[in-house]
Structures are given as structure tokens and as C-alpha cells.
């Protein structure tokens, strides 16, 4: 079962990277630079491309609650690292930089958050034990994740440049943490409890925290690149999760010294990939390159010459 679970949590890694893409080419399409006010959120409902997006990020929730309900969060939940490196080649592509002139800190960033969290899942899947959602578990969850969730996105608001970017996506990842949780105790239910008799607080949580996410999740793509908010995703949301498997659910009870110091490692290899992503991406550089002056060479912007990444041949 553990298998098939990390089949499906793959597949929906896809989804999300598909998904993630193609939102934000829709909502910088549509908004320009006029920010996303409630009028930009009106008409990206209206966009084809928008919802595409929206299908193929729906598509791989679907399957990755499919998974939860097979593995424990900390073997599955890790696993949507995978959409980082495949929403790195999709933004590259689309501006048309070639990967082998990517910077090496870029590859860096990539290589380090992708490896580090595969790690962690490896480590985990051969110690993590099932352990059931209790309400008491649920509502401890939901304070936690609700503070967390309000700080970043007030955070957010007051920042500016890529840092707005990386807390709106933190704000939105934290908020998919719980989802998961919330998504476990629903998949449990099911398999022990009829429908009628459904306790219906987690399906009510997960409604408000997509919603919150979406949100916070639309304003990371108006904010930066894709693959930066990607890379916020898939490290810091699976983070969340396993630290709620790990501090509420009992997961890792099991767990012998030397491989939670492995995990702790492999954490935080994941985190310096997304802080270096952070402050390497390209599309970051290109931002803080001058505005050209007529007649001084020594502050021109870039030249005719210059590759999209900011190197020259």
C-alpha cells in the first residue's frame, strides 16, 4: 500500500506543478501590473487558462488525498517535491533559457531542496507508523495553523519584492499542511464510519483552509516566479505536515536517534534549496538590475546581448 501511495502522491506532484504554472502565467496575463484587487480575482474566473490551471491543481489534490489514505503524512506528504524541479523546466523553458546556462547557485537551490526532502522521505517511510486523527488532535491543529497562517499573511502584506512572494507562499503552504491532516481524519472516517454518522468538522476545515490558501496562493503568483512559490510549497507545507504527524499524531514513536537526526538534516537541506531559490532565481536578479541612463555606460541596464538569466555568451 505504501507503494501505490507514493505512485499517486507523484502523480498528483504533477498536478501541481501543471497547475501551479499555468495560474500564474494566467494571473500575470490578466492583472499586468495593477496587483490583484478584487476586480483582477473577478476576471480570472473568467480566464480558460486560469481554470485549466485550477483543474490540474484540483486533479492532484484528488490524488494525493488518495495517498494520505494509504501512508502515514510523513511518507506522503514529502513527496510533492517532485513538482519543484518539473515547475523549474516548465518557467525556464516558457523565458527561454536553456538549462545548462542556468546559474550553478540556481541548480544548487533545485538539486539541494528536491534531494533533501527525497531524503527525508526515504528515512521516514521505514519508520513512520499509521496512527489515527482524534478530534482533540484536530482542534489543537486548527489554533496552531490558524496563528501561523494569519502572522505570515500580515507579514506578506507589510513586505515587499521576493519576500512578500515567500511569505504569501509560506502563509498558503502552512494552510495545505492542515488540508492534509484534515484530509487523513476524513479518509479514516470512511473506511470506519457510514456516511450519515460523518463528522463533518474536518470536511468544513478543509473548505476554509483551501479557500485562505487560494487566496494567499494567487497573491504569491502576482508577487514572483512560479518555481519559487513551488519550492515554498512542496518544502515548507510538507514540513507542516509531518511536524503535525510527528507532535500530534504519534507517527514517529517509532523512530530510533540517528535516523531523526537524518530527517532533521534532510529539513534542512530543503530549506537552504528554497532560500537560495529565493535569492538566486533569475527572474529576482533581473529585478534589481538599474534602470539604463543615456550616456553612462557604468549604470546601463543590461545588454542586447545579455541571456534572459542575466549571463552573458
Known amino acids: ?70 501512508a502515514p503524512l510523513t511518507v506522503v506528504q514529502p513527496i510533492g517535491v517532485i513538482a519543484l524541479p518539473i515547475t523549474v523546466l516548465l518557467n525556464v523553458r516558457e523565458r527561454g533559457i536553456r538549462v545548462r546556462d542556468l546559474k550553478p547557485a540556481m541548480v544548487f537551490a533545485v538539486v539541494a531542496s528536491t534531494v533533501g526532502v527525497g531524503a527525508f522521505v526515504v528515512l521516514a517511510a521505514g519508520s513512520a507508523t499509521p496512527t489515527p486523527v482524534a478530534p482533540d488532535d ?45 484530509t487523513r481524519a476524513v479518509v479514516q472516517q470512511l473506511g470506519t464510519t457510514d456516511l450519515l454518522s460523518l463528522n463533518l468538522w474536518p470536511l468544513f476545515g478543509i473548505g476554509i483552509a483551501m479557500i485562505v490558501g487560494a487566496w494567499l496562493l494567487q497573491h504569491g503568483y502576482a508577487s514572483g516566479p512560479p518555481d519559487l512559490i513551488v519550492a515554498c510549497l512542496t518544502v515548507i507545507d510538507p514540513i507542516v505536515a509531518v511536524g503535525l504527524g510527528i507532535g500530534l499524531l504519534g507517527e514517529a514513536d517509532r523512530v530510533d536517534t540517528w535516523t531523526a537526526i537524518g530527517e532533521v538534516v534532510c529539513a534542512a537541506v530543503a530549506c537552504a534549496g528554497v532560500f537560495a531559490l529565493a535569492r538566486f532565481h533569475p527572474e529576482n536578479r533581473e529585478r534589481r538590475v538599474p534602470t539604463p541612463v543615456t550616456g553612462s555606460s557604468d549604470l546601463a541596464g543590461p545588454s542586447s546581448t545579455d541571456r534572459p538569466d542575466g549571463s552573458t555568451p
Open 1 to 70: 500500500m505504501t507503494t501505490l501511495a507514493v505512485v499517486l502522491a507523484a502523480l498528483g506532484a504533477v498536478g501541481y506543478a501543471v497547475g501551479a504554472r499555468t495560474q500564474h502565467g494566467a494571473v500575470h496575463d490578466t492583472i499586468g501590473d495593477s496587483g490583484l484587487g478584487l476586480r483582477s480575482q473577478l476576471r480570472l474566473l473568467k480566464n480558460v487558462r486560469w481554470l485549466l490551471g485550477l483543474l490540474a491543481l484540483g486533479a492532484g489534490a484528488v490524488l494525493h488525498a488518495c495517498a494520505l489514505g494509504l
Open 138 to 182: 484536530q482542534v489543537l491543529a486548527t489554533q496552531l495553523v490558524g496563528g501561523g497562517v494569519l502572522a505570515l499573511g500580515v507579514f506578506a502584506m507589510m513586505s515587499r519584492s521576493k519576500l512578500r512572494c515567500v511569505l504569501f507562499a509560506a502563509g498558503c503552504a502552512v494552510a495545505y499542511g492542515y488540508v492534509s491532516l484534515l
